[in-house]
């Protein structure tokens, strides 16, 4: 067994004791539906330690999570369910039945092509799923789940117009929700067509919505703070807005 194997089997093993006879009270008593706040916790906290480019933060969260995953596979053991064997092997099963251009001898033009061939394997294994859409997660944030829906309809067939990408411009949406009473009906509907359309704009640019609205976020914040500073020393604080 290689060391990082036996590292991992370590860890595995840690959960099976804190959840058994003479463990931790807390440990035994979660169940997978309890744990799961914590490993999407454990998630977002990777995502930012990626994205401050913190390599000590990266490998700390990464281990984080992977006891989130060795929690989830502990509890499963212990019902029967499945083995943690078992998840691996699945997992490599899959990986290598969807790359055929590296492990077999299917040959794809381009990344388009590459992706196309993924979604029809992914309707293969799973047949039961009749439109290109299933399998997003409703439980997503709205603009990921908004982004994934758009990218998944613009390699399944109709494309994004299927999905209403047509019509008014953003600006003119804009001016007619400007026109609306803050909690009217129409006023609900109109915002979260101009989102939506936001997300089809970025992504017609090759802009990742979430990315852009998380860095947009990151600026107008570092504002703000800046102008609670100013009135903190008894300054002006700017009316500009960030960029």
């Known amino acids: 067994m290689s060391q990082e194997a036996a590292a991992v089997r370590r860890l595995f093993d840690l959960m099976a004791r804190l959840r058994g006879p003479g463990g931790c009270p807390w440990d035994a008593a979660q169940t997978p539906k309890s744990l799961l706040p ?12 990626i994205l401050a480019g913190d390599d000590q933060a990266v490998r700390e969260e990464l281990g984080d999570l992977l006891v989130e995953v ?10 029967g369910a499945f083995e943690l064997s078992e998840v691996a092997d699945s997992a490599t099963a899959k990986m290598i039945s969807r790359h055929p251009h590296v492990f077999g001898d299917q040959a794809v033009a381009d990344e388009p092509e590459l992706l196309r061939n993924w979604d029809r394997m992914k309707r293969r294994e799973k047949p039961e799923r009749t439109s290109a859409l299933d399998g997003v997660p409703a439980s997503l944030p709205a603009l990921m789940r908004a982004t994934l ?3 998944r309809a613009s390699r ?11 019509g008014e411009t953003l600006a003119a949406m804009g001016e007619r929700l400007s026109s609306q009473e803050p909690l009217s009906a129409e006023a609900e509907v109109l915002a979260g067509e101009l989102l939506w359309r936001a997300v089809a704009e970025c992504q017609r640019v090759g802009v990742d919505p979430e990315t852009a609205l998380r860095s947009a976020v990151d600026r ?7 102008a609670e500073g100013s009135f903190a020393t008894g300054g002006e604080a700017s009316t500009t807005e960030a960029p």
């Open 70 to 79: 060795a929690m989830q596979a502990a509890i499963a053991a212990e019902s």
């Open 38 to 49: 914590y490993l999407l916790e454990e998630a977002y906290e990777l995502a930012d330690a």
């Open 156 to 166: 399944g067939g109709p494309g994004t117009a299927g999905l209403g990408l047509v």
């Open 220 to 226: 107008h914040a570092d504002h703000y703070r800046a």
């Open 149 to 151: 829906l758009q990218r």
